[in-house]
């Protein structure tokens, strides 16, 4: 009986000894998309891919991320997280393109004329009442985010173009001395910057 129960627990410390060895050497198991893209946190992702960029989607920043970054640059426009989230909901837009789109036309309106006008993408003043130098003007922050995802649905979508790529070259056209290559590549940097969980875009 005694040799019985010895054998038993040099059978127990044997499986116990394999099932240590198996976890030192089990693949890691961190998941190719890393955790949700509304987690402010860092985590591990596959680069985003730039030949499929759809903006169509709900949001996939949080409001307090937004505000994060927005408050990184010393944006104005600190609060406007709240609105973009419920402004990607109503629109099924993805909110992080407003943002990247916000950073590149002003840097978080910081910069030229949406310093004045408090307009996210900077829209041309083309039937609009109220204007500055061209370009349309609003009474708030979250108004010119509104109208910049009206747009986006209204005017883009409908026209099959639902990509970064395609509606970067009709949005800031060439003939208007822009450079669509390098506004794609400047969003598409931010989006995958974001998406990671960091804030500031290198």
């Given at each position: 009986m005694r040799s019985f129960v010895r054998g038993?627990?040099?059978?127990?410390?044997?499986?116990?000894?394999?099932?240590?060895?198996?976890?030192?050497?089990?693949?890691?198991?961190?998941?190719?998309?890393?955790?949700?893209?509304?987690?402010?946190?860092?985590m591990t992702v596959v680069p985003f891919p730039s030949s499929s960029s759809s903006v169509i989607g709900g949001p996939s920043l949080s409001a307090s991320f937004i505000d994060r970054v927005l408050a990184t640059y010393h944006s104005p426009a600190v609060g406007l997280g709240r609105a973009l989230v419920a402004d990607s909901q109503q629109f099924h837009i993805d909110n992080v393109y407003a943002l990247a789109f916000f950073l590149h036309e002003s840097t978080f309106g910081t910069a030229g004329v949406a310093r004045f006008t408090r307009s996210l993408g900077n829209i041309i003043c083309s039937g609009y009442p109220t204007c500055f130098e061209g370009f349309h003007s609003y009474a708030s922050w979250q108004i010119g985010a509104w109208d910049w995802f009206r747009l986006i649905k209204h005017e883009y979508l409908p026209r099959g173009l639902t990509t970064v790529q395609a509606i970067i070259p009709v949005y800031a056209s060439a003939s208007d001395s822009n450079n669509p290559t390098s506004y794609i590549a400047a969003v598409l940097q931010a989006v995958a910057t974001w998406h990671v969980g960091r804030v500031e875009v290198p």
């Amino acid at each position: 009986m005694r040799s019985f129960v010895r054998g038993c627990g040099l059978l127990a410390l044997a499986v116990l000894v394999l099932l240590a060895l198996s976890s030192l050497f089990a693949p890691s198991r961190t998941p190719a998309f890393g955790g949700s893209p509304l987690s402010s946190h860092p985590m591990t992702v596959v680069p985003f891919p730039s030949s499929s960029s759809s903006v169509i989607g709900g949001p996939s920043l949080s409001a307090s991320f937004i505000d994060r970054v927005l408050a990184t640059y010393h944006s104005p426009a600190v609060g406007l997280g709240r609105a973009l989230v419920a402004d990607s909901q109503q629109f099924h837009i993805d909110n992080v393109y407003a943002l990247a789109f916000f950073l590149h036309e002003s840097t978080f309106g910081t910069a030229g004329v949406a310093r004045f006008t408090r307009s996210l993408g900077n829209i041309i003043c083309s039937g609009y009442p109220t204007c500055f130098e061209g370009f349309h003007s609003y009474a708030s922050w979250q108004i010119g985010a509104w109208d910049w995802f009206r747009l986006i649905k209204h005017e883009y979508l409908p026209r099959g173009l639902t990509t970064v790529q395609a509606i970067i070259p009709v949005y800031a056209s060439a003939s208007d001395s822009n450079n669509p290559t390098s506004y794609i590549a400047a969003v598409l940097q931010a989006v995958a910057t974001w998406h990671v969980g960091r804030v500031e875009v290198p």
